[in-house]
């Protein structure tokens, strides 16, 4: 038994029907190389055997199990983190798991750098058909971002640093949550209340350091995730309220975060909205939502906290449309989507048709294709080919990689060309040796992990 006062790191673990996958989360956490910690467990009350298998845990002293009374993941992580005794929490979900040294490796770093947090990088990863999952590498040293450190919230401010969206790859020093009063929104259901939580950090920390190794496996084939939830904009609306009124206590005058803070909840829902839209997403709870938007953005500019010259051009003219008209913003963002709409339903139906399909490049780009075919079920007959011959036999997910003169004697699969810059010499060396450009697609669409196992539209988001 770790006594309260040596806890090094309290893990918190939010549950509610999760019972296909809890025992996976939480035989992750226990057999943690760090020894020092505390794991608590807050199911909402849980029926299909959550509860029981947490229970068959508990012969650990380190394990507690606590029954949240609302059905709300702010109000059970609030509730795990009232009862943290640990220097260091984290926050795992319990859809997903953790590495054995993930906690070992971050605390050792956290108390070398005495950081408020230190975030790693993850694994976003699909169960295939046989149970073999799929994992796609997602660094923390990537455009917009950089590992290293310390960050500070003006390095947020002023851009040098890029906000990497969730809480959970993270451990966050328990002194510093308390002493600057960070919290989530105890809304009901388990969506978004994490965007509130993670901005009120970034807008508060003076050490956070970023790892540039990924520990943690964020699940994406949770039909129950939030991340599919048609009704994402109406939380992550309900999550920007929440986030402005609180801000708007904390910031006593300080212009600089309250710039901060307006600017995440602008880019937050315009970003919302247009996946809505990409995934066709329409109904009457759109426009009352953007209404009610347009009503935040008017009590922004009026308390100063947004300064609309502040925002990029492109961000500026959007919300000078929606204040102008919800109906006119609403016809700007569909007819930037019309064009897109026509790419992707003639790419899709292309590879659907299809009778096989050859990935073209074994890179991550690669990976990144072969993901998205496999998430979306496009096609049982998958092969990958690479022209560089140290890669040839080599295991690649469910396959290996050939040869492109093995792959060239099937007369009918369709080949998808995934090796970014090197695509049009590609093309040209697959028609030269006697494929028809009928049977040639090049892949230009989102290669980011999240998008690439989203829905099957979220890969056309940035075109």
């Known amino acids: 038994m770790v006594m309260s006062e040596n806890v090094k790191v309290s893990v918190i673990l939010p549950s509610y029907n999760v019972g296909q996958y809890i025992d996976e989360c939480l035989q992750s956490v226990v057999n943690q190389t760090l020894l020092d910690i505390e794991i608590i467990c807050v199911d909402a009350d849980s029926v299909d055997g959550t509860k029981e298998i947490i229970g068959s845990h508990l012969s650990d002293s380190r394990v507690k199990l606590v029954t949240s009374q609302k059905k709300s993941y702010g109000y059970q992580v609030n509730l795990g983190m009232s009862l943290a005794h640990g220097e260091y929490v984290s926050v795992v979900e319990t859809d997903d798991f953790i590495a054995a040294d993930m906690l070992e490796k971050l605390y050792s770093i956290a108390k070398k750098e005495d950081a408020d947090i230190v975030k790693c990088g993850y694994y976003a990863f699909i169960t295939g058909l046989d149970g073999k999952y799929l994992t796609n590498e997602v660094s923390l040293d990537r455009e917009g971002i950089k590992s290293g450190g310390p960050f500070s919230f003006i390095d947020y401010c002023n851009k040098s640093q890029g906000t990497d969206p ?44 970023y790892v540039d190794k990924a520990y943690y496996y964020y699940r994406r084939d949770n039909a129950s995730s939030s991340m599919f939830n048609p009704k994402g904009l109406v939380f992550n609306y309900n999550e920007c309220s929440f986030l402005a009124d609180k801000m708007q206590l904390a910031i ?9 803070i307006a600017e995440t909840i602008i880019a937050t829902m315009l970003t919302s909205y247009r996946f809505c839209l990409l995934n ?21 500019l009026d308390s100063k906290a947004l300064i609309l010259d502040d925002l990029s051009e492109n961000m500026k003219n959007e919300v000078l449309l929606l204040l ?13 989507f019309s064009n897109l709409d026509k790419n992707a339903t003639d790419f899709i139906a292309t590879i659907k048709k299809a009778n096989g399909i050859v990935v073209f490049g074994a890179g991550k780009i690669g990976k990144s294709v072969y993901t998205w075919l496999v998430k979306n079920k496009i096609c049982s007959d998958l092969s990958v080919c690479d022209n560089s011959p140290e890669l040839w036999g080599n295991e690649f997910f469910y396959t290996i990689v050939r040869s492109p003169e093995e792959v060239m004697v099937c007369d009918s699969k369709v080949f998808v060309l995934a ?13 030269d040796s006697g494929i028809g450009e009928d049977r040639i697609v090049e892949y230009l669409y989102a290669t980011h992990p999240l998008l690439c196992t989203g829905t099957m539209m979220d890969i056309f988001y940035s075109c």
């Open 166 to 209: 969730f809480i959970w790859n993270a451990l966050y020093k328990r002194s510093f949550l308390l002493d600057n009063a960070i919290f989530l929104n105890e809304s009901p259901g388990a969506a978004f209340q994490d965007c509130g939580f993670r901005y009120q950090v970034y807008a508060c920390v003076d050490r956070a350091i």
């Open 419 to 431: 090796a970014g810059k090197h695509n049009c010499e590609i093309k040209k060396q697959l028609v």
């Open 252 to 260: 006593n005058g300080d212009n600089l975060k309250a710039h901060f």
């Open 280 to 300: 066709h997403i329409k109904d009457e709870m759109l426009a009352e939502t953007m209404n009610k938007f347009r009503g935040l953005i008017k009590q922004m």
């Open 324 to 336: 102008d008209s919800y109906e006119k913003y609403a016809s700007f963002v569909e007819d930037k």
